[in-house]
Protein backbone atom coordinates (compact mmCIF):
# COMPACT_ATOMS: atom_id res chain seq x y z
CA UNK A 1 0.00 0.00 0.00
CA UNK A 2 1.46 3.33 -0.60
CA UNK A 3 3.01 5.17 2.53
CA UNK A 4 3.86 8.84 3.14
CA UNK A 5 6.52 9.75 5.56
CA UNK A 6 6.64 12.90 7.61
CA UNK A 7 9.35 14.18 10.08
CA UNK A 8 8.34 13.35 13.47
CA UNK A 9 9.37 16.68 14.67
CA UNK A 10 10.12 20.42 13.07
CA UNK A 11 10.73 23.16 16.00
CA UNK A 12 10.65 26.88 15.08
CA UNK A 13 10.64 30.33 16.71
CA UNK A 14 7.65 32.59 16.64
CA UNK A 15 7.14 34.69 13.38
CA UNK A 16 9.28 32.45 11.72
CA UNK A 17 8.40 29.74 9.07
CA UNK A 18 7.32 26.00 9.40
CA UNK A 19 7.53 23.62 6.47
CA UNK A 20 6.53 20.26 6.85
CA UNK A 21 7.37 17.86 4.13
CA UNK A 22 5.12 14.77 3.03
CA UNK A 23 7.86 12.22 1.00
CA UNK A 24 5.85 9.69 -1.00
CA UNK A 25 6.42 7.82 -4.04
CA UNK A 26 5.29 10.45 -7.34
CA UNK A 27 3.35 12.08 -4.58
CA UNK A 28 3.54 14.92 -6.96
CA UNK A 29 0.47 12.93 -9.19
CA UNK A 30 -1.46 12.89 -6.05
CA UNK A 31 -3.82 15.20 -4.36
CA UNK A 32 -2.18 16.43 -0.85
CA UNK A 33 -4.12 17.29 1.94
CA UNK A 34 -3.22 18.80 5.24
CA UNK A 35 -4.91 18.66 8.87
CA UNK A 36 -4.16 20.33 11.86
CA UNK A 37 -4.80 18.01 15.17
CA UNK A 38 -4.18 19.64 18.63
CA UNK A 39 -3.51 18.01 22.17
CA UNK A 40 -7.17 16.60 23.01
CA UNK A 41 -8.78 17.45 19.74
CA UNK A 42 -10.01 16.28 16.48
CA UNK A 43 -8.28 16.73 13.35
CA UNK A 44 -9.02 20.04 11.37
CA UNK A 45 -8.22 20.45 7.57
CA UNK A 46 -5.77 22.81 6.80
CA UNK A 47 -5.09 22.45 3.21
CA UNK A 48 -6.92 20.50 0.92
CA UNK A 49 -6.25 19.85 -3.15
CA UNK A 50 -2.14 20.54 -2.13
CA UNK A 51 -2.76 24.45 -1.97
CA UNK A 52 -6.44 25.48 -1.17
CA UNK A 53 -7.42 26.74 1.90
CA UNK A 54 -10.97 26.02 3.66
CA UNK A 55 -12.95 29.21 4.80
CA UNK A 56 -11.44 30.20 8.02
CA UNK A 57 -7.81 28.97 8.21
CA UNK A 58 -5.51 31.75 7.73
CA UNK A 59 -3.15 32.79 4.72
CA UNK A 60 -0.30 31.64 6.70
CA UNK A 61 -0.90 28.50 5.55
CA UNK A 62 -0.38 27.33 2.41
CA UNK A 63 0.85 23.84 0.57
CA UNK A 64 3.07 22.87 -2.43
CA UNK A 65 3.44 19.47 -4.14
CA UNK A 66 6.15 18.52 -6.80
CA UNK A 67 8.00 15.08 -7.44
CA UNK A 68 8.36 12.59 -4.42
CA UNK A 69 7.50 15.67 -2.08
CA UNK A 70 4.49 17.98 -0.56
CA UNK A 71 5.00 20.36 1.60
CA UNK A 72 3.30 22.08 4.36
CA UNK A 73 4.58 25.79 5.03
CA UNK A 74 3.58 27.89 8.09
CA UNK A 75 4.21 31.73 7.73
CA UNK A 76 4.51 33.77 10.80
CA UNK A 77 4.02 31.24 13.16
CA UNK A 78 1.95 31.94 16.16
CA UNK A 79 2.05 29.86 19.66
CA UNK A 80 -1.31 28.60 18.73
CA UNK A 81 0.02 26.83 15.42
CA UNK A 82 1.54 24.64 17.86
CA UNK A 83 0.00 21.00 16.77
CA UNK A 84 0.51 18.12 15.07
CA UNK A 85 -0.17 17.90 11.45
CA UNK A 86 -0.39 14.72 9.26
CA UNK A 87 -0.60 14.96 5.32
CA UNK A 88 -3.08 12.58 3.85
CA UNK A 89 -4.15 11.14 0.09
CA UNK A 90 -6.29 9.39 -1.88
CA UNK A 91 -4.95 6.28 -3.07
CA UNK A 92 -7.70 4.65 -5.92
CA UNK A 93 -5.71 1.89 -6.41
CA UNK A 94 -5.81 0.72 -2.82
CA UNK A 95 -8.33 -0.79 -0.12
CA UNK A 96 -6.99 1.13 2.00
CA UNK A 97 -7.99 4.51 -0.02
CA UNK A 98 -7.21 6.94 2.88
CA UNK A 99 -3.98 7.19 2.71
CA UNK A 100 -2.36 9.26 6.36
CA UNK A 101 1.10 10.13 6.51
CA UNK A 102 2.89 9.40 10.17
CA UNK A 103 2.88 12.90 11.15
CA UNK A 104 4.72 15.76 12.73
CA UNK A 105 4.96 17.37 15.91
CA UNK A 106 5.45 21.14 15.57
CA UNK A 107 7.15 22.78 18.39
CA UNK A 108 6.59 26.65 18.74
CA UNK A 109 10.03 27.99 20.61
CA UNK B 1 -23.44 24.63 11.89
CA UNK B 2 -22.04 21.48 10.33
CA UNK B 3 -21.69 19.13 13.10
CA UNK B 4 -21.12 15.84 13.92
CA UNK B 5 -21.67 14.44 17.39
CA UNK B 6 -20.27 11.33 18.67
CA UNK B 7 -21.97 8.98 21.34
CA UNK B 8 -19.54 8.42 24.54
CA UNK B 9 -17.21 6.55 25.65
CA UNK B 10 -17.10 2.98 26.53
CA UNK B 11 -14.81 0.28 28.57
CA UNK B 12 -14.86 -3.16 26.85
CA UNK B 13 -13.81 -6.39 27.97
CA UNK B 14 -11.88 -8.45 25.71
CA UNK B 15 -13.91 -10.08 22.99
CA UNK B 16 -17.10 -7.85 23.26
CA UNK B 17 -18.40 -5.78 20.88
CA UNK B 18 -18.81 -2.12 20.73
CA UNK B 19 -21.20 0.34 18.44
CA UNK B 20 -20.54 3.82 17.95
CA UNK B 21 -22.64 6.41 16.44
CA UNK B 22 -22.37 9.68 14.68
CA UNK B 23 -25.38 12.01 14.42
CA UNK B 24 -24.98 14.74 11.61
CA UNK B 25 -26.61 17.87 11.42
CA UNK B 26 -26.29 21.34 9.85
CA UNK B 27 -26.19 19.35 6.32
CA UNK B 28 -27.88 16.83 4.03
CA UNK B 29 -26.63 13.22 5.69
CA UNK B 30 -26.95 11.83 2.61
CA UNK B 31 -24.64 14.00 0.32
CA UNK B 32 -21.18 13.40 1.79
CA UNK B 33 -19.48 9.89 2.71
CA UNK B 34 -18.79 9.00 5.88
CA UNK B 35 -15.44 7.62 7.34
CA UNK B 36 -14.50 6.23 10.46
CA UNK B 37 -10.68 6.57 11.74
CA UNK B 38 -9.10 5.73 14.84
CA UNK B 39 -6.40 7.00 16.76
CA UNK B 40 -4.55 5.26 19.77
CA UNK B 41 -2.97 7.24 22.50
CA UNK B 42 0.11 8.96 21.15
CA UNK B 43 0.15 7.56 17.28
CA UNK B 44 -1.24 8.70 14.47
CA UNK B 45 -4.39 8.30 12.88
CA UNK B 46 -5.59 5.20 11.19
CA UNK B 47 -8.46 4.89 8.37
CA UNK B 48 -10.86 1.93 8.67
CA UNK B 49 -13.56 2.24 6.49
CA UNK B 50 -16.40 4.28 4.97
CA UNK B 51 -20.09 4.39 4.57
CA UNK B 52 -22.41 6.17 1.20
CA UNK B 53 -24.84 7.43 3.41
CA UNK B 54 -27.19 7.26 0.30
CA UNK B 55 -26.63 4.10 -0.81
CA UNK B 56 -25.44 2.34 2.16
CA UNK B 57 -22.60 0.95 0.09
CA UNK B 58 -19.12 0.03 2.54
CA UNK B 59 -15.25 0.11 2.05
CA UNK B 60 -13.19 -1.54 4.59
CA UNK B 61 -9.64 -1.30 5.57
CA UNK B 62 -8.56 -5.26 4.96
CA UNK B 63 -6.72 -4.99 8.94
CA UNK B 64 -10.72 -4.86 9.70
CA UNK B 65 -12.51 -6.75 7.29
CA UNK B 66 -14.46 -9.21 9.09
CA UNK B 67 -14.57 -7.30 12.11
CA UNK B 68 -15.88 -3.77 11.74
CA UNK B 69 -19.39 -3.16 10.05
CA UNK B 70 -20.77 0.42 9.46
CA UNK B 71 -24.49 1.15 8.79
CA UNK B 72 -26.88 4.08 8.89
CA UNK B 73 -30.31 5.31 9.78
CA UNK B 74 -31.08 7.62 7.20
CA UNK B 75 -34.35 9.06 9.26
CA UNK B 76 -32.60 10.02 11.67
CA UNK B 77 -28.70 11.20 9.79
CA UNK B 78 -26.85 8.82 11.89
CA UNK B 79 -24.13 6.74 11.41
CA UNK B 80 -23.00 3.36 13.31
CA UNK B 81 -19.66 1.83 13.63
CA UNK B 82 -19.30 -1.31 15.26
CA UNK B 83 -16.36 -3.26 15.83
CA UNK B 84 -16.51 -6.81 17.36
CA UNK B 85 -13.77 -9.45 19.03
CA UNK B 86 -12.43 -6.52 20.73
CA UNK B 87 -8.40 -6.60 22.04
CA UNK B 88 -6.26 -4.78 23.70
CA UNK B 89 -4.73 -3.11 20.79
CA UNK B 90 -8.06 -1.83 19.87
CA UNK B 91 -8.24 0.69 22.42
CA UNK B 92 -8.18 4.07 21.17
CA UNK B 93 -10.24 7.12 20.26
CA UNK B 94 -12.88 6.41 17.19
CA UNK B 95 -13.82 9.60 15.09
CA UNK B 96 -16.43 9.22 12.54
CA UNK B 97 -15.19 11.84 9.62
CA UNK B 98 -17.63 13.89 6.44
CA UNK B 99 -15.61 13.22 3.09
CA UNK B 100 -15.72 13.98 -0.30
CA UNK B 101 -13.49 14.21 -2.96
CA UNK B 102 -11.20 11.93 -1.36
CA UNK B 103 -10.58 13.87 2.11
CA UNK B 104 -12.12 14.19 4.66
CA UNK B 105 -14.48 18.01 5.65
CA UNK B 106 -15.05 17.30 9.30
CA UNK B 107 -14.82 15.17 12.13
CA UNK B 108 -16.89 14.19 14.75
CA UNK B 109 -15.65 15.15 18.66
CA UNK B 110 -14.36 11.33 18.78
CA UNK B 111 -15.47 8.11 21.60
CA UNK B 112 -13.06 6.79 23.47
CA UNK B 113 -13.33 2.73 23.67
CA UNK B 114 -10.81 0.74 26.10
CA UNK B 115 -10.55 -3.00 25.68
CA UNK B 116 -9.41 -3.74 29.22
CA UNK B 117 -10.46 -7.32 31.32
Known amino acids: SYVLTQPPSVSVAPGQTARITCGGN??????VHWYQQKPGQAPVLVVY???DRPSGIPERFSGSNSGNTATLTISRVEAGDEADYYCQVWDSSSDHPYVFGTGTKVTVL | QVQLVQSGAEVKKPGASVKVSCKAS????????INWVRQATGQGLEWMGWMNPNSGNTGYAQKFQGRVTMTRNTSISTAYMELSSLRSEDTAVYYCARGRDGYILGWGQGTLVTVSS
Open chain 2, 26 to 33: GYTFTSYD
Open chain 1, 49 to 51: DDS
Open chain 1, 26 to 31: NIGSKS
